[in-house]
């Protein structure tokens, strides 16, 4: 006998849907753009908007995992390290002899495996935080790409391999076009299938996710390896556009990174956010950066700015959803503490 | 009236739908030891957290040497001499004994600005000796074993003075020996004019140490008695003797072939050599006293943690499981016993919370289906009986019982064989329970094996059709529901002898 | 017999004790020159920097935190100590060696700030932290060096000084250990720290004001990392802003191969002071033996990596002890 019918379709309401960050993030592009379009006259032209992303879209594609990594509740900061050990194989296994396309293989096969390495460390010593391993790996990668380059540089790559960072089709550059099929697929990943369900559902409450069957050492592995396999294209787009590759590139990356996702409104305490903000953030941080450009602050100044905007945001994101001290819905609080109490094992 | 140290009266504590404590009394004399007894959930823990601050009464008084007090908070019940050693030592593992014992007793042990450790050790060895302790002060508490860590928590006692000392199940997680030593430490206590409340499920403990004994039940006083008067089975009768008023709806179900077997299960340290099997359509029930090791059997089965020995065989197939998501695959559901940190994420939407465990169902190639992840939570969750506006609400917003029953719902979106149910009914005031049993009757006639473990005996006689009691990590006997009595449970339940 | 952490503790530093003292006789071997009073005062010298910031980060490791901004802070303090000493010649070093400590201070409360108060994550407020210092050092110094011919002498003695024929720098770390150990054996807030770091929870209760010790801990390490600043600019005679780049990791190198864990709570100053040795040498000494300098970051993940492993097999094969004891 059923007392009262439960209802299957979604409120709607027009409030709840604009008072959501990533509408604040909308807005603060836009004001990015209109402050950037007082510095440069035929700002709002196609071209801008398409080539400008060229500049910032390599360190983009750590953001789609990145995204995961933080969500999940952990944290990754031997991002950059990978990037540079991949980049640093690959050039060198080249000007060994080995063809272009293997070496290309072989660096996003070596990304991942890097990704592949924080993955067993993570789940085999569940005793260790993300944030001793990745560091400890962090100094380990680059210190391996510096054992094989010193401080050299490695290049002297095919002249077609430049047009992977610097092509276009049309009008449209290569770069935007395989960051966009990336991010449509993380986004679909994280939002529309089992596997990203399991990624909230563990950033919001590991034990109960465990307890509900879900294999909590797998996907850890999985979010590892595309972490490095991400890590993987960025040092491909990044050595096509810089011809050339040393151990020290993609030096700070993890902080851009981290602060672009976090930005986009996804709290460190993991369990909330959405793909669309980090993909906003990219943009914001990247046209800033690119208005920087136009009265020549130097690239120093955007450290601050990415340092603050880092701190910022995960200010404002500690005060909205409790920090690192998890809490359920705000309001229910007081009900669950009165139902532990009744709940009491010795009473 | 001046032989009584504590005194306590008309003492009420309710939360919102469970009343802890009812109008109960308790009183301890100077230099006595006070055996404190009644049954899983009869408001013992209750009314300590009273006598410690950490609650307060709303009704009663408490009389502290004939004068009324207040005790606001833990520290004023410290204030007044008031110390409690739980089973659960809190302390600091890094840190040396005398440092556990004298942090955060500034107030009382003036902390200079430079500490002399020499004078500390020796006072800390001091206090030791008076409980002839024979471990270093400068020992890291990490290092000492329980029994030793206990010790120093009595010495953190004897350090801020006290006068009344609360044990609450001390001799749990001790061997023989280590009682032993426990129980004469308690009298020199005791002899140096310490008054001491003495919680225990074992009858040995009570005999040995304490001169009364106070029984609860169900959130009231019983008696008092001289524990040179009492006999035992008076005391086993007034811990459960009870009227059965609570309606069981527990139906004749046909009872199939044998579905769920464990055998010689065993985990170094937590049970051993666990042994029993469960039917079709047949409810068996698992109870014991805290500790006994129910849960942790269960989760062994369910794969959260691994038996080091035994085997599980599910329709005549030996698992080996490896994980919940293994145990899932398989048939085997598991209901835990906190809701609120295993069996929910609570910041999500009751759909949401009711896939997790199923989601291969509800996706192609992992592609969810929205639509229909709500339409059969809809579908569940009526047919529960769920209080639920639509099954967007977030799992927060529901009742303790309707939480249970979407836990409910999440195991029945799969097709499962066995379900575990730990403590399924508790937390979950009176009509849910009722619901929640007509529930269990539904799955029994659908064919499934049922274990449920639970601590209130109503509920395991009046549901149960088998019942397994473990004591200390061993099944103690088994036992047919419609020929057990309550008193042969807990007999069977509590350690008559401390093990060897 | 029990195994306890006390034991494993002791002998850790046993272990390294004789690691150095193996390592010391393989580079002795390889190259006569290691061994001279000369060298050892070098390697000292460079070591002492590492040495007084390690018992920092010590103190914040200890608390379950960690702080990445120890790199940035040296450069900022330093930077702004040199700058002055550029426009005001006859500044006493005194005055350089307060303001750069000043300046580190002044970073270490902000990073308190943003841990013990607002709750931020030790991991990001630091990283967020370390970028935003380390852009200001640029931003100060105008991208411009401030170089050896720009300072005093006095300035440059600060680390090239000598007091009764030991290097200044060796004597400052020599003072700090010592208070430090002082501190945090002898005093109460020195075992709050402890305390902090063992069980948060249980220190709530206890009445330790676990938040300004959080906050202090990491203004200490801000202190400290001003000293180091001042002392490296002096030394190198010269201050940059990309000064003591990644220095933080080989800060955290030392205290964790001294045996802090990194779990928090436990840690002791003999540890520390040979885990900053044995990494000195290892920082300082592999060119001696023809070992690139570039080999220098990979075993310094290694050595971190592989003392967090150890600490975590050690804790488990405890816990699997304590299991058999039980009765059941």
């Known amino acids: 006998m059923v007392e009262r019918s439960i209802r299957v379709e979604r409120l709607w309401s027009w409030r709840t849907f604009f008072l959501q960050w990533e509408w604040l993030l909308v807005l603060i592009f836009i004001a990015v753009n209109i402050v950037n379009s007082t510095l440069s006259p035929y700002y709002f032209t196609a071209d801008t908007f398409l080539q400008t992303p060229m500049t910032f879209l390599d360190m983009s594609f750590l953001v789609l995992p990145m995204t995961m990594v933080i969500i999940l509740g952990n944290i990754d900061i031997s991002v950059g390290s990978t990037v540079a050990l991949s980049a640093v194989v690959m050039a060198v296994a080249y000007n060994a002899g080995l063809p272009m396309v293997l070496s290309i293989v072989l660096c996003l096969l070596v990304a991942s495996a890097c990704g592949l390495v924080n993955g067993l460390l993570m789940t085999r010593f569940k005793e260790l935080s993300s944030v001793i391993v990745t560091l400890a790996t962090m100094i380990i990668y680059r210190g391996i790409a510096y054992v094989i380059l010193q401080d050299q540089a490695a290049g002297k790559f095919p002249k077609w391999y430049s047009a992977l960072g610097w092509g276009s089709v049309g009008k449209v550059p290569i770069i935007l076009i395989v960051f966009a099929i990336c991010a449509v697929v993380f986004g679909l990943l994280l939002h529309k299938t089992s596997f990203g369900r399991k990624i909230y559902g563990m950033g919001s409450n590991l034990t109960a996710s465990r307890y509900s069957g879900v294999n909590t050492d797998s996907i850890i592995m999985i979010v590892s390896v595309l972490t490095g396999l991400m890590a993987g294209f960025t040092a491909l787009f990044l050595s096509s556009r810089m011809g050339s590759t040393r151990p020290n590139v993609a030096q700070g990356y993890e902080l851009s990174v981290i602060a672009m996702v976090v930005l986009g409104g996804v709290s460190t305490s993991g369990g909330k956010g959405r793909i669309a903000g980090p993909l906003l953030a990219i943009f914001i941080i990247g046209f800033l950066n690119y208005g920087l450009g136009l009265v020549n602050v130097q690239a120093q100044v955007l450290l601050i700015i990415v340092g603050l905007l880092l701190i910022l945001s995960v200010l404002v994101l500690n005060v909205r959803f409790g920090g690192r001290y998890k809490r359920s819905v705000p309001g229910t609080a007081k009900k669950l503490a009165a139902q532990e109490h009744s709940s009491e094992t010795t009473p | ?500 | ?328």
């Not at chain 2, 006068?163 to 426990?182: G, K, N, V």
């Not at chain 3, 970073?107 to 931020?120: H, T």
């Not at chain 3, 411009?144 to 000084?161: E, H, L, N, R």
């Not at chain 3, 928090?264 to 520390?272: A, C, I, M, Y």
């Open chain 2, 1 to 500: 009236m001046a032989d009584r140290i504590l005194e306590l009266t008309h003492i009420t504590k309710t939360f919102p739908g469970v009343k802890a404590l009812n109008d109960v009394h308790f009183d301890l004399k100077h230099g006595e030891i006070h055996a404190l007894i009644g049954e899983n959930g009869a408001g013992k823990s209750t009314l300590i957290k009273v006598i410690t601050g950490v609650y307060q009464p709303d009704s009663g008084q408490i009389l502290f040497e004939g004068t009324p007090v207040e005790i606001h908070s833990t520290a004023d019940s410290q204030r007044l001499g008031i110390a409690a050693i739980y089973q659960h030592v809190t302390c600091y593992p890094d840190l040396s004994v005398t440092e556990n014992i004298f942090i955060g007793h500034e107030k009382i042990q003036p902390f200079t600005r430079k500490i002399d450790w020499r004078d500390l050790h020796e006072r800390a060895g001091q206090l030791l000796a008076q409980l002839d302790a024979d471990f270093d002060p400068r020992a890291l508490m990490g290092n000492l074993s329980v029994a030793q860590q206990q010790i120093v928590e009595i010495a953190k006692a004897l350090s801020a003075n006290a006068r009344i000392i609360i044990m609450d199940e001390p001799t749990a997680p001790l061997t023989a020996r280590e009682s032993e030593d426990l129980y004469k430490t308690t009298e020199s206590l005791r002899d140096k004019g310490v008054s001491i409340i003495f919680i225990s499920h074992r009858m040995e403990d009570m005999y040995r140490l304490a001169s009364r004994v106070t029984v609860f039940r169900d959130a009231r006083y019983v008696g008092t008695w001289n524990l040179n008067e009492a006999k035992r089975e008076d005391l086993i009768m007034a811990m459960v003797g009870r009227e059965i008023t609570q309606f069981f709806p527990k139906r004749k179900v046909a009872i199939g072939e044998e579905v769920f077997r464990v055998e010689g299960l065993s985990r170094t340290g937590f049970f051993k050599d666990v042994s029993f099997s469960v039917r079709k359509g047949e409810i068996l029930a698992m109870t014991g006293l805290i500790g006994a090791g129910r849960t942790e059997v269960c989760e062994a089965i369910y794969g959260v943690t691994h038996p080091d020995k035994g085997h599980v065989i599910l329709e005549g197939q030996e698992l080996h499981i490896g994980n919940p998501a293994q145990a899932i695959e398989k048939g085997i559901g598991y209901l835990p016993e906190d809701r609120l940190r295993q069996g929910l994420v609570l910041e999500w939407e009751l759909s949401k919370n009711v896939t997790l465990p199923t989601l291969r169902k509800f996706a192609t190639l992992g592609w969810l289906h929205p639509r229909k992840e709500n339409a059969v939570t809809k579908e569940l969750a009526e047919k529960l009986e769920v209080r639920a506006g639509s099954v967007f609400d977030l799992a927060a917003t529901l009742s303790g019982g309707n939480q249970q029953k979407i836990i409910v719902a999440k195991l029945l979106a799969g097709t499962m064989k066995v379900i575990i149910l730990d403590e399924p009914t508790k937390g979950v005031d009176v009509g849910a329970k009722t619901a929640i049993f007509n529930i269990m009757n539904d799955l029994a006639e659908m064919g499934y094996g049922i274990i449920m473990v639970s601590s209130e005996m109503p509920e395991v006689l009046g549901m149960s059709d088998r019942i397994v009691v473990m004591r200390d990590g061993r099944v103690a006997t088994i036992l047919e529901t419609a020929t057990a009595s309550q008193e042969q449970i807990l007999r069977a339940a509590m350690p008559e002898t401390v093990h060897a």
């Open chain 3, 1 to 328: 017999m029990r195994r306890s952490a006390s034991f494993t503790e002791s002998f850790r530093e046993l272990g390294l004790l004789v690691f150095i003292v193996i390592i010391c006789a393989i580079f002795q071997i390889r190259n006569h020159n290691f061994l001279t009073l000369e060298n050892i005062d070098d390697l000292l010298t460079n070591t002492a920097i590492l040495s007084i910031m390690s018992v920092g980060m010590m103190m914040v490791i200890l608390t379950r935190g960690i702080d990445l901004s120890v790199g940035s802070t040296v450069a900022i303090a330093g930077m702004v100590s040199a700058l002055t000493v550029q426009f005001f010649r006859g500044i006493s070093p005194v005055v350089s060696v307060l303001e750069s400590v000043a300046v580190g201070t002044v970073v270490g409360i902000l990073n308190g700030l943003l841990v013990a108060r607002f709750n931020v994550l030790p991991i990001i407020a630091t990283l967020g932290t370390m970028n935003v210092i380390r852009g200001l050092t640029y931003v100060i110094s105008g991208g411009a060096w401030v170089s050896s011919y720009q300072m005093s002498s006095g300035f440059k003695g600060i680390a090239t000084g000598e007091l009764l024929g030991v290097s200044n720098p060796i004597i400052m770390a020599v003072v700090i250990n010592v208070a430090f150990f002082y501190f945090i054996n002898h005093m109460r807030t020195g075992r709050q720290i402890y305390a902090v770091g063992s069980n948060p929870e249980a220190a709530d209760i206890s009445g330790i004001p676990r938040r300004r010790i959080i906050w202090l801990v990491y203004t200490l390490m801000g202190a400290l990392s001003g000293l180091g600043g001042v002392i490296w600019v002096a030394k190198f005679a010269s201050a940059q802003s990309d000064t003591a780049t990644g220095f933080e990791l080989s800060v955290i190198a030392a205290t964790v191969l001294g045996g802090v864990s990194i779990a928090g709570g436990s840690g002791k100053v003999s540890g520390l002071i040979l885990g900053t040795i044995l990494l000195g040498i290892l920082n300082n000494a592999l060119p001696l033996i023809n070992v690139s300098p570039f080999w220098q970051q990979a075993i310094q993940g290694v050595v971190i990596l592989a003392a967090v492993l150890t600490n975590v097999l050690v804790k488990r094969n405890n816990q699997r002890f304590a299991l058999r004891r039980r009765a059941i």
